[in-house]
């Protein structure tokens, strides 16, 4: 069985009729979700670990999204012609957005965009301060403050506390540490805490408290952890917590109460419409001359074979390009009748029949992604572990072990600038040089060496143009060759 380590890409290059891919179902159009990492955002939507997005990825597909993560320079992303409908700007990690990123943010909304904000408590990497550049531009602003809830009917923590929208039908929506936020008077869908929930000021604010001669920093009215503001053709939707949308568990992140329908209520708020059914499977067969048949996998939410951001289009492209048939389908049939089988970073596990049949498979390549876990060297797990939280299996787990291969929640990155690290990289290859992005690490049984590995995420168009020398994958169908 052939292991190969690589990666995937985003792709917003159309694929011509010789490919020929069936027509896209006519229909609603389907709204393009994209959630900014280039500021060095903390959680993945395809980490499927304890404090990853997955599993909001898979709640946006199944709802009709096109979903994608976007690595690339915003004022790119938002000049370009196929701008994302609603973009969600995580907490940024020490990377402050400069003035023309701020600039063309308002321009999206002006112009119909959908921004969903997020921010931290008590200032938490700064993000705060950054998300206020923006949040600025209408009317909102997030505090440094830290919201409690210390009332007995609270059977979580002080800090895990629970909000409620009206207007978007949810009435226990779970959030992990949250601020407040200043809100203008016309803000609607506004996230209230409950009214036993109080804050804990800011240094600032209890100074500025001291000078005015004792008076208190802490609003009379029921804390507001967001909502949202129309602007322009566009809307804004503010929340003041990043965790709500962990993979988690049944007592944090978006498996707890209303979260869920909390999230997918304000992604369809800010798309302006309705959520789209889901599209029809749509089946890739690039018939070449052949030098090798190869299956892309495309169950268990793996990375699609489309033209958006995280599809595969462009990738099976220049496979076919050299002269490889490319399949890419939900249902796989009989694998031994293809040289390799790839799959792209699943984000549900397969079952034990599937994993029979996928190994049955001549070769197999896997583009995996770097996971979070609940390790003790995770300074974040501590305080969960000793709540009892788990950690979730890797969907990926079946075939790594059946090799020995250990995938490790590890993504490397390489320093910049003063607290800033970049996770995307270059890495000398074979031929030439390729970029690499959120690469992880590979651990093999014992005596063997422990490798770097692409990212599922390597070569997205969407940020870094990807070339025929950034795909190494290749082999002569007629021999033992493994992938290469």
Not at 146 to 168: C, F, H, M, Q, T
Not at 269 to 289: I, N
Not at 408 to 436: C, D, H, I, N, W
């Amino acid at each position: 069985l052939g292991f190969l380590p690589c990666a995937l890409l985003w792709s917003t290059v159309a694929v011509g009729p010789a490919m020929g891919v069936p027509a896209e179902p006519q229909g609603t159009p389907v709204a393009h979700v994209v959630f900014d990492v280039s500021h060095n955002q903390p959680w993945s939507l395809w980490d499927t670990g304890f404090f990853g997005y997955s599993e909001a990825a898979i709640l946006l597909r199944t709802a009709g999204y096109d979903v994608a993560e976007s690595g690339a320079p915003l004022v790119s992303v938002l000049s370009r012609p196929n701008s994302p409908d609603v973009l969600v700007l995580g907490p940024p990690q020490y990377i402050p957005y400069s003035e023309e990123e701020t600039d063309q943010l308002y321009r999206f909304v002006q112009r119909g965009g959908g921004l969903l904000l997020i921010g931290e408590h008590e200032d938490f990497y700064s993000a705060n301060t950054f998300q206020n550049k923006i949040a600025e531009h209408f009317g909102g602003k997030f505090r440094s403050d830290l919201v409690k809830d210390p009332a007995p009917s609270n059977s979580r923590r002080d800090e895990w506390i629970s909000g409620e929208a009206d207007e978007l039908g949810v009435r226990d929506v779970g959030l992990y540490a949250a601020a407040s936020i200043q809100l203008p008077d016309e803000a609607s869908r506004r996230l209230l805490a409950r009214p036993t929930a109080m804050r804990e000021p800011s240094r600032e604010e209890i100074i500025a408290a001291q000078l005015r001669m004792g008076e208190s920093p802490l609003p009379s009215k029921r804390i507001v952890l967001g909502g949202g503001v129309d602007s322009g053709s566009g809307r804004v939707y503010f929340i003041s917590d990043s965790e709500f949308l962990w993979n988690g568990n049944r007592s944090i992140g978006i498996d707890y109460g209303d979260s869920r329908t909390f999230f997918l209520n304000v992604v369809s708020w800010l798309a302006g419409r309705s959520t789209a059914p889901p599209k029809a499977s749509v089946t890739l067969d690039a018939a070449t001359a052949e030098q090798g048949r190869i299956f892309i996998d495309q169950r268990h939410f793996s990375r699609p074979i489309s033209d958006g951001r995280s599809g595969l289009r462009r990738f099976a492209q220049l496979l076919a390009a050299k002269g490889d048939s490319v399949v890419a389908s939900e249902h796989p049939g009989d694998l031994s009748r293809f040289d390799a089988v790839i799959l792209v970073n699943p984000l549900e596990t397969y079952s034990e029949a599937e994993v029979q049949q996928l190994l049955s498979a001549p070769r197999l390549a896997i583009y995996a992604e770097a996971y979070s876990s609940l390790s003790s060297s995770n300074a974040f797990a501590i305080p969960l572990r000793m709540l009892g939280a788990t950690a979730r299996p890797h969907p990926l787990a079946p075939f790594l072990e059946s090799a020995s291969i250990e995938l490790t929640p590890m993504m490397l990155t390489e320093s910049t600038s003063g607290l800033s690290a970049s996770v995307s990289f270059s890495v000398p290859m074979q031929k030439g040089t390729a970029r690499f992005f959120r690469a992880g690490v590979l651990r093999s049984a014992p005596g063997f060496e422990t490798v770097v590995s692409a990212g599922s995420a390597w070569g997205e168009s969407v940020a870094f143009n990807l070339r025929e020398a950034d795909v190494p994958v290749s082999f002569d169908s007629q021999s033992d060759v493994r992938p290469a």
